[in-house]
């Protein structure tokens, strides 16, 4: 049976995944207490009795997780029951594809052209959307490739990056730092 810590949580994702991301509440919940549940792979009906939820409302939130890559079923050879756990390719870094940025000047561009006559004001919008979009095609890829060093780094002493984090804020003094800051909290959010 989970904590009562661990419901919250998973109550604190959901939230933040329907405010951000609109996806149903539910959803959100099942990820965060799939981040947080013992044993980590559970059954649709496990679930819907730590969550408190029908088991249509479970396997809705599955199948769009499981679109979403966020998680993933499998089943031990022998049962007749799928197992729902975290797909662990979810936790690399999402949306550093620079193609989609590209994607996004070019049709802020189509917009443009359909003002061509129009002012500046009228303009701006459209304008400021396409110089982001340029900046975030060029810019991810350095990005993901500087995550990625990161990680190797974490990975390789063994280090938490929850701790790394913890530790580096204590001992960051003004105008100095370590060579990569610790992340800073997601607004509204308690992973």
């Not at 031990?76 to 996004?104: C, K, M, Y």
């Not at 982001?132 to 060093?149: C, G, M, V």
């Not at 913890?166 to 003004?174: A, S």
Request: with cysteine.
């Amino acid at each position: 049976m989970p904590h009562d810590a661990q419901l919250i949580f998973a109550d604190h994702v959901g939230r933040f995944y329907a405010r951000q991301y609109a996806f149903p509440p539910m959803a959100g919940r099942l990820l965060g207490y799939l981040f947080v549940c013992d044993p980590q792979q559970q059954t649709i009906d496990e679930l819907g009795e730590a969550l408190l939820a029908s088991r249509s409302a479970i396997t809705g939130a599955v199948k769009l997780l499981e679109g979403y890559r966020m998680v993933r079923r499998t089943r031990i050879a022998g049962e007749r029951v799928d197992r729902v756990s975290l797909d662990p390719t979810s936790q690399q870094p999402q949306n550093f594809d620079s193609a989609i940025h590209t994607e996004h000047a070019a049709l802020f561009r189509e917009g443009l052209a359909l003002l061509a006559d129009a002012s500046p004001e009228r303009r701006a919008p459209l304008e400021e959307m396409v110089a982001l979009a340029e900046f975030l095609s060029e810019r991810l890829p350095a990005l993901r490739d500087e995550w990625h060093t990161y990680r190797d780094q974490l990975r390789a002493t063994g280090a938490h990056p929850g701790r790394i984090a913890e530790r580096n804020t204590r001992k960051r003094t003004p105008g100095a730092g370590p060579t990569h800051p610790a992340p800073k909290p997601l607004e509204g959010c308690a992973p």
